[in-house]
């Protein structure tokens, strides 16, 4: 009985068997993995941490699942999860909504609760890359929707390509509020289509005020292409899962966060 112990006692054999595990299997059970290498629960939660944090799995109840997986980008209006979290942080970014002015909403499940939160009641210029915004806001005849044009991708709804470059190289908004797939400290800012990316970055140039808007499992994760640093943001509003030393982390890059 020995054998395993002596096998995986060092990290990094711990951890090649964990993503060999996932590459196979694309699920393990940390409990299960725990009593195959002989080692205790909470030596495989913090290996499941680290590899997290790399960016090479995620972590779910009792235990994680592949990274390969999560890269298939699901349909936006399939994301079902943290559903009341979205909720909470699109509610507080109505709070950065100008009256009489202009905002940027992109593409995401969560900058699309800001969409349907949205007051009727006031004046303003909303510009969006997405349908599903643009629809939502069609029965409020006070706010004057503007959609980007380009290649609509499925996952998305999103418009990509040179006509949405054309359109954000041309316009000047107060309010971006923005999405992401994963907010990682070394790799920045990701999401899984090049094109989508591309014009992710265009649309930091024209707003006075950039606003990340992204649950606390964004964090620790890479996802594709680089479209962003958090730094480049001017504030992150996240929820109250989100705390402890990755908290501190994001902190430290200088961007604001408010937690909700």
């Known amino acids: 009985m020995s054998e395993p112990r ?23 059970d940390a409990a299960a993995v725990a009593a195959e290498l002989g080692v205790t629960s909470e030596t495989v939660r913090k290996d499941l941490i680290q590899l997290e944090h790399n960016g090479l799995l ?23 999860e943290f559903t009341q979290e979205k909720t909470r942080i699109a509610r507080a970014a109505l709070s950065y909504v ?20 949205l007051p009727g009641d006031i004046d303003l210029t909303v510009y969006t890359n997405t349908l599903t915004v643009a629809l939502a806001l069609m029965n409020r005849p006070r706010i004057t929707v503007y959609t980007l044009g380009g290649r ?7 418009e990509v390509g040179d006509v949405a470059a054309r359109t954000l190289a041309e316009i000047n908004v107060d309010v971006a509020f923005l999405g992401t797939n994963g907010i990682s400290l070394v790799r920045g800012l990701t999401t899984p289509d090049p094109e989508e990316a591309a014009v992710k970055r265009l649309m930091l140039r024209t707003a006075q005020q950039r606003i990340l808007l992204a649950d606390h499992s964004k964090v620790g994760l890479v996802r594709g292409t680089r479209h962003a640093q958090l730094s480049d943001m001017d504030l992150m509003i996240t929820d109250k899962q989100l705390s402890g030393s990755r908290l501190a982390d994001l902190e430290r890059t200088g961007v604001e966060i408010q937690r909700v």
Do not use: W, Y
């Open 6 to 28: 002596d096998r995986v006692r060092f990290g990094p054999e711990r951890h090649q068997h964990i993503l060999t595990a996932l590459r196979t299997q694309g699920r393990l």
């Open 58 to 80: 995620r972590r779910v109840h009792g235990g994680a699942v592949s990274a390969e997986r999560l890269s298939m980008e699901p349909m936006v209006a399939s994301r079902t």
């Open 98 to 117: 100008p009256h009489g002015g202009s905002i940027l909403i992109d593409a995401g499940s969560t900058t699309a609760q800001v969409a349907e939160q």
């Open 152 to 158: 609509l991708r499925a996952p998305t709804l999103a």
